[in-house]
T-cell receptor
Framework: DTEVTQTPKHLVMGMTNKKSLKCEQHMGHRAMYWYKQKAKKPPELMFVYSYEKLSINESVPSRFSPECPNSSLLNLHLHALQPEDSALYLC?????????????FGDGTRLSIL | GNSVTQMEGPVTLSEEAFLTINCTYTATGYPSLFWYVQYPGEGLQLLLKATKADDKGSNKGFEATYRKETTSFHLEKGSVQVSDSAVYFCALKGRATNAGKSTFGDGTTLTVKP
């Protein structure tokens, strides 16, 4: 069982739709991450939240909008996506400021853009 | 900057064969090193880690030793099983600036045949 829960598991949306991906963890981790993963590739970092504040945005297009409402929740709001945005979106969390601690990943949301 | 280089795959082995997946890294200072495994349809799971030179991480029969002199963290298992078929990612977390970011290798796909 993963300790990071992502919903939905699958999402199909048109290019004009607005949808949100959700992520939840109850491990007390204060660092949370969004990654994009294409098939047979490593995860690509999109955003990092530290103590509920956005600390890293890896030059992600504005059609992706992250939100961290509290220390347990992380959202990714999607709007006007492109077909190339189809991918597996992974959420992860870790202990803040502890370089020797791993990241804990959810099972991801598989997103398909029509 | 930090980087991780993994041996190219895919790797196909027969059950009970010996496994080595090579991983070398470039980083300033003394990073922590990790191996993650990704089974089909799932997120990444921590397999093992090592946080300082000469540390050996081990889990489920897999081992890797942090070799600072060769900047390597090769993954080994003495006898693989069909259930070990997955994608394996080597990763590091550096000690400079933002300890939250991980750097991943490109991943190695392992297929074990009965």
């Amino acid at each position: 069982d993963t300790e990071v829960t992502q919903t939905p598991k699958h999402l199909v949306m048109g290019m004009t739709n607005k949808k949100s991906l959700k992520c939840e963890q109850h491990m007390g981790h204060r660092a949370m991450y969004w990654y994009k993963q294409k098939a047979k590739k490593p995860p690509e970092l999109m955003f990092v939240y530290s103590y509920e504040k956005l600390s890293i945005n890896e030059s992600v297009p504005s059609r992706f909008s992250p939100e961290c409402p509290n220390s347990s929740l992380l959202n990714l709001h999607l709007h006007a996506l492109q077909p190339e945005d189809s991918a597996l979106y992974l959420c992860a969390s870790s202990q803040q400021g502890r370089v020797n601690q791993p990241q804990h990943f959810g099972d991801g949301t598989r997103l398909s853009i029509l | 900057g930090n980087s991780v280089t993994q041996m190219e795959g895919p790797v196909t082995l027969s059950e009970e064969a010996f496994l080595t997946i090579n991983c070398t890294y470039t980083a300033t200072g003394y990073p922590s090193l990790f191996w993650y495994v990704q089974y089909p349809g799932e997120g990444l799971q921590l397999l093992l880690k090592a946080t300082k030179a000469d540390d050996k991480g081990s889990n489920k029969g897999f081992e890797a030793t942090y070799r600072k002199e060769t900047t390597s963290f090769h993954l080994e298992k003495g006898s693989v099983q069909v259930s070990d078929s997955a994608v394996y990612f080597c990763a590091l977390k550096g000690r400079a600036t933002n300890a939250g970011k991980s750097t991943f290798g490109d991943g190695t796909t392992l297929t074990v045949k009965p």
